[in-house]
């Protein structure tokens, strides 16, 4: 069983930055690829990106290419998703998730209970 916790959300105006971390109970969280979801009121939750099991790869949905960046260190069994130009339509609960390497929730075997971020207007 690996448990995931993350941190880091909060209030922002858009244009600002937020880093997410999402930090691992134990190390075999090194064999998993670690996905960035989020889910805003009264819609589903979707993929936001997602890094392999060594950092080599990487993937994001298309409405934070150039915006988000994933990356994970094993050392501290932590993965970390970078926000920057945030807009309000960022705003949702972010959960981290330890699975198999995709875009699709059913792949991921572990989940973190969700940090909120908002992002005012």
């Known amino acids: 069983q690996v448990q995931l916790v993350e941190s880091g959300g909060g209030l922002v105006q858009a244009g600002g930055s937020l880093r997410l971390s999402c930090t691992a109970s134990r190390s075999a969280i090194s064999a998993y690829a670690v996905g960035w979801f989020r889910q805003a009121p009264g819609k589903e939750r979707e993929f936001v990106a997602t890094v392999s099991w060594n950092g080599g790869m990487t993937s994001y949905i298309d409405s934070v290419k150039g915006r988000f960046t994933i990356s994970r260190d094993n050392a501290k069994i932590t993965v970390y998703l970078q926000m920057n130009s945030l807009k309000p339509e960022d705003t949702a609960v972010y959960f981290c998730?330890?699975?198999?390497?995709?875009?699709?929730?059913?792949?991921?075997?572990?989940w973190g209970q969700g940090t909120q971020v908002t992002v005012s207007s």
């Open positions: 998730a330890a699975g198999a390497y995709s875009a699709s929730r059913a792949t991921y075997r572990y």
